[in-house]
């Protein structure tokens, strides 16, 4: 058993299955978390994930379950304890993108982006409370975006979604800090993942040029700023929102 930042705890990560989400699911296990993980399309990796993570000695689950339904975040909490004894951190991590244009953007395009990431953070944060508020404790990592603090022409679905976790993790960090439960937000920049790997070589090679850091970020940078503010070296951190980006936004 590794002594890790995380030892006997227990984490929810949501849509894990891949990028940012995988790498989070992954440094938590590493760091001795118990971990229980969520996907929704990708069946296969999110099986795969769950394999390969129990090398690391610890308790991991991957559920099928989405988080924008709010019966599904409260039936996932619900079987995380029962499967794994409790939960002591929430990372929100789900989120998709429907990019374009608002000239060609519909309303089903806008209202989608906002439910799978924004109502999936409410939705999830609302299920985990009652536990959070009984054992007086709990971290809950909300993946935001810079887009969501600086804005994107052709994301503005993405970006209001993006930028109203913030809000809501801001409030939540005044509302339930009292009870010794921290709510946080990062704000990664641009990782290469899954999501970048369908653009092409020049223009991501622009964005790296336009980064101080002439770089784009891996999902392991994000996942430990994540590890911080899901452990207890964090302990005084509440509200904030922590800029994962190579010194794009400064």
Do not use: H
Not at 203 to 209: E, F, L, S
């Amino acid at each position: 058993m590794n002594m890790g930042l995380l030892t006997g705890k227990t984490a929810i990560i949501t849509g894990a299955s891949k990028g940012i989400g995988k790498g989070i699911a992954e440094t938590f296990a590493k760091q001795g978390a118990n971990v229980a993980f969520t996907y929704l399309s990708s069946v296969e990796k999110g099986q795969a994930l769950e394999e390969e993570l129990k090398q690391y000695g610890t308790s991991v689950k991957g559920y099928r379950s989405d988080a924008s339904k709010m019966e599904d975040a409260e039936a996932l909490v619900a079987q995380v304890i029962e499967d794994l004894g409790g939960v002591d951190i929430v990372v929100n991590n789900a989120g998709i993108t429907k990019d374009m244009l608002l000239m060609r953007m519909t309303e089903e395009d806008f209202n989608r982006v906002i439910e799978v990431n924004l109502n999936s953070v409410f939705n999830m944060t609302k299920a985990v409370q009652r536990t959070f508020l009984k054992q007086r404790s709990g971290s809950i990592v909300n993946i935001s975006s810079v887009v969501g603090v600086k804005g994107n022409a052709g994301q503005a679905n993405y970006s209001a979604s993006k930028a109203g976790i913030i809000g809501f993790t801001k409030s939540v960090a005044l509302e339930l800090g009292s009870r010794n439960i921290r709510c946080n937000a990062i704000a990664p920049g641009f990782i290469e993942t899954e999501m970048t790997a369908v653009l092409d070589e020049k223009t991501v090679q622009q964005w790296r040029d336009g980064i101080p850091l002439k770089r784009g970020g891996s999902p392991e940078d994000v996942a430990n700023a994540c590890l911080f503010l899901a452990s207890d070296m964090s302990g005084y951190i509440t509200g904030q929102v922590m800029n994962v980006c190579g010194g794009m936004l400064t």
